[in-house]
Nanobody, 125 residues
Framework: QVQLVESGGGSVQTGGSLRLSCAAS????????MGWFRQAPGKGREFVAA???????YYGDSVKGRFTISGDNAQNTVYLQMNSLNPDDTAVYYC???????????????????WGQGTQVTVSS
């Protein structure tokens, strides 16, 4: 089993920045993809960003150019640096991880086997 614990959420004003962290513990895995999703009230889970173990990154259109995902393989930790935040970014942010090989889309929630509990990000105008 893998446990994912997010941290770093909070409240900021428009234009501010936050850095989310996701620490993976439990079974150590190699060859993985880790991602961030978010869910606003009344909306579905939206893909934000993902990173493969080799370092390839992916971003959702709404965050491209503002958010940066990075990973520390040694620490099994993934970060999401969020800049130029606006009220549309308000949501619960979830970290997710996949450790199985296969053919999959990093943008689909069904790709991931493990999920964190979520951390709230609130951006006020």
């Amino acid at each position: 089993q893998v446990q994912l614990v997010e941290s770093g959420g909070g409240s900021v004003q428009t234009g501010g920045s936050l850095r989310l962290s996701c620490a993976a513990s439990g079974r150590t895995f190699s060859g993985y993809v880790m991602g961030w999703f978010r869910q606003a009230p009344g909306k579905g889970r939206e893909f934000v960003a993902a990173i493969r173990s080799g370092g390839t990154t992916y971003y959702g259109d709404s965050v491209k150019g503002r958010f940066t995902i990075s990973g520390d393989n040694a620490q099994n930790t993934v970060y999401l640096q969020m800049n130029s935040l606006n009220p549309d970014d308000t949501a619960v942010y979830y970290c997710a991880a996949r450790s199985r090989p296969g053919i999959y889309s990093v943008r689909s929630p069904s790709t991931y086997d493990y999920w964190g509990q979520g951390t709230q990000v609130t951006v006020s105008s």
